[in-house]
C-alpha cells in the first residue's frame, strides 16, 4: 500500500530546475522520506533521503514541510538525461522492516 | 555505494519451466530485497532474504512459487518456479547499505515466459 501521492506526469526544460512534489499526509514520526528515479529499462537509482531537514547532496534537493505532510525534490539544472520515473517513498530504516514501497511515481520529461 | 550484479540478464524461457535469478553484491549486506516489475507497471516487493533466516515474502507471493536461497551475506538466489505468462517480468535485487539508510538495486533480470 503506496502511501504517497504523486502527479502522474511532469515536464520541465532543460537547463531549468525540476520540482517533483510529494503527498505523504499520512507519515509517521519514524518514517523517512526517499527518493528514487528509474531510467527507462534500468534497475531503480537512489537519489536523496530525509527525515524532517532539508536536505541537499550531488544530485538534488529534497524540500520538507515543516508538519512533515509533504515533500519536494529538486533538480536544480534538469538535463535530457534527467527524463525517468521519480517516485517519493516514505520507509521505517533501522527496524526489524526496511522495505520499501513504490507506488506509480512521477514521468519527468525533459524538452530541449 | 553497493555495486550489485545479476545473472542472467535477460531470458527468454518456457510456460511450465523454472528459473533461477542469481544476485552478487561486491560486499557484506545484512538484508536483501527481491522485486519484481511487470510490463509498464511500478516495482512491487517479492521478499526480504536475510542470511541464515527463511525469507519473508509479501501478500501474494508464496515460497512455493518463489523459493529464495540465501546462502552467505554477498550471494542470493530468486527462483521462479512453474511459469506462466504472467511472470513475464523484469525482476530486481536490492541491498541495503550497511548503516547508511540507501538501497541499492541490481539491473534487473528481463524474462519472457512463451
Known amino acids: 500500500d503506496a502511501k504517497t501521492t504523486q502527479p502522474t506526469s511532469m515536464d520541465c526544460a532543460e537547463g531549468r530546475a525540476a520540482n517533483l512534489p510529494c503527498n505523504h499526509s499520512?507519515?509517521?514520526?519514524?518514517?523517512?522520506v526517499y527518493w528514487y528515479r528509474q531510467i527507462h529499462s534500468q534497475g531503480p537509482q537512489y537519489i536523496i533521503h530525509?527525515?524532517?531537514n532539508n536536505e541537499t547532496n550531488e544530485m538534488a534537493s529534497l524540500i520538507i514541510t515543516e508538519d512533515r505532510k509533504s515533500s519536494t525534490l529538486i533538480l536544480p539544472h534538469a538535463t535530457l538525461r534527467d527524463t525517468a520515473v521519480y517516485y517519493c517513498?516514505?520507509?521505517?530504516?533501522?527496524?526489524?522492516?526496511?522495505?520499501?514501497?513504490f507506488g506509480t511515481g512521477t514521468l519527468l520529461a525533459v524538452q530541449p | 555505494s553497493a555495486v550489485i550484479s545479476q545473472k542472467p540478464s535477460r531470458d527468454i524461457c518456457q510456460r511450465g519451466t523454472s528459473l533461477t535469478i542469481q544476485c552478487q553484491v561486491d560486499?557484506?549486506?545484512?538484508?536483501m530485497f527481491w522485486y519484481r516489475q511487470q510490463p509498464g507497471q511500478s516495482l512491487t516487493l517479492i521478499a526480504t532474504?536475510?542470511?541464515?533466516?527463511?525469507?519473508?515474502?509479501e501478500s501474494g507471493f508464496v515460497i512455493d512459487k518463489f523459493p529464495i536461497s540465501r546462502p552467505n551475506l554477498t550471494f542470493s538466489t530468486l527462483t521462479v518456479s512453474n511459469m506462466s505468462p504472467e511472470d513475464s517480468s523484469i525482476y530486481l535485487c536490492?541491498?541495503?547499505?550497511?548503516?547508511?539508510?540507501?538501497?541499492?538495486f541490481g539491473p534487473g533480470t528481463r524474462l519472457t515466459v512463451t
Open positions: 536490492s541491498v541495503d547499505e550497511e548503516g547508511g539508510g540507501e538501497q541499492y
Open positions: 530525509g527525515l524532517k
Open positions: 517513498i516514505v520507509r521505517i530504516w533501522g527496524g526489524a522492516t526496511n522495505k520499501l514501497i
Open positions: 560486499s557484506q549486506v545484512t538484508m
Open positions: 499520512t507519515i509517521s514520526g519514524n518514517e523517512y
Open positions: 532474504a536475510n542470511q541464515g533466516s527463511e525469507a519473508t515474502y
